[in-house]
């Protein structure tokens, strides 16, 4: 298939969706399809992960579909086995996973402090480390961590804005590491974006938040894919390292 990863194979984490509607994994593994990469779709629920797969290939694309825990290192090992033992190799990692807590400091339990540090931190530690070898094996690649705004400003959600902030530190670090092997690390902090992760925060708190921006419009999950899909491909080759804020606005405004 021809398009901006044409050739290129991709692993997406939270591939599928946990609702009805469009999520920031799904809609980022479409896009890599039609821009020509081979994707691994990636999901602890299977079935999500079909879903996707689904989509992908009534539009004529290429995909598979993949159950694991990218909270444990044998599951991230795995994934990228089935890349290359599928496909020959790899060249992106898309690191999208992320379970939201809308907790506040003295709200917050160790347990769920634990659980969002492994779903939305460890995570990308152990799928990036699992993708290293293969990603220096084909003389490089690109991996994307999915950040959120959530990390740059002051919300009241503690373990998910520490998690997610933690997400931009990794990011700069493995960025430092990994470029003497051509890989390029770089986040996408969305914003506020209208995703079936958030459908339960209602209609008044979804006019909210898509006025709360200088742009004033909604962002859905093709906005943020649109992102991945640069910094996915050699158009960025020059680009590591980096934030990408894609969020209408939202951290340069000084209203609330
Ligand atoms: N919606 C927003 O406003 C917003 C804003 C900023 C950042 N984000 C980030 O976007 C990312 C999620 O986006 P989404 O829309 O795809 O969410 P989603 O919840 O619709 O989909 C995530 C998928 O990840 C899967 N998953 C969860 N834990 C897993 C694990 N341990 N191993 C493998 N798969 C797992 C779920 O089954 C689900 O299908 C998260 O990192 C989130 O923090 C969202």
Known sequence: MPG????????VTGAGSRGPGLGNG????????????????????????????????????????????????????AMVAEAVRRWGGLDILHN?????????????????????????????FLATQSAVPALVER???????VSSVAALRAHGRT???????????????AAG?????????????????WTPMVEDLGPEMRERRRRATPLGTEGTAWDVAWGAVYLASDEARWVTGQVLVIDAGLTITTER
């Open 96 to 124: 999208n996973v992320g379970i939201e807590s809308r907790k506040s400091l003295v709200e917050t339990s160790e347990e769920e402090w634990d659980r969002v540090m492994a779903v939305d931190l460890k995570s990308m």
């Open 26 to 77: 799904k809609a980022t593994s479409i896009l890599f399809a039609r821009e020509g990469a081979r994707v691994l779709c990636v999901d602890l629920v299977r079935e999500r992960a079909d879903e996707t797969v689904g989509a992908i290939r009534e539009e004529g694309g290429e995909a598979e579909p993949f159950a694991a825990d990218v909270t444990r290192a044998p599951d991230c090992r």
């Open 177 to 193: 590491q990994l470029g003497p092997n051509g890989i390029r690390v770089n986040a996408i902090a969305p914003g506020m974006v």
């Open 139 to 145: 003389g490089g690649g690109a991996v994307i961590c």
């Open 159 to 173: 373990a998910y804005a520490a998690a997610k902030a933690g997400v931009i530190g990794f990011v700069t670090s």
């Open 4 to 11: 901006r990863l044409a050739g290129k194979v991709a692993i």
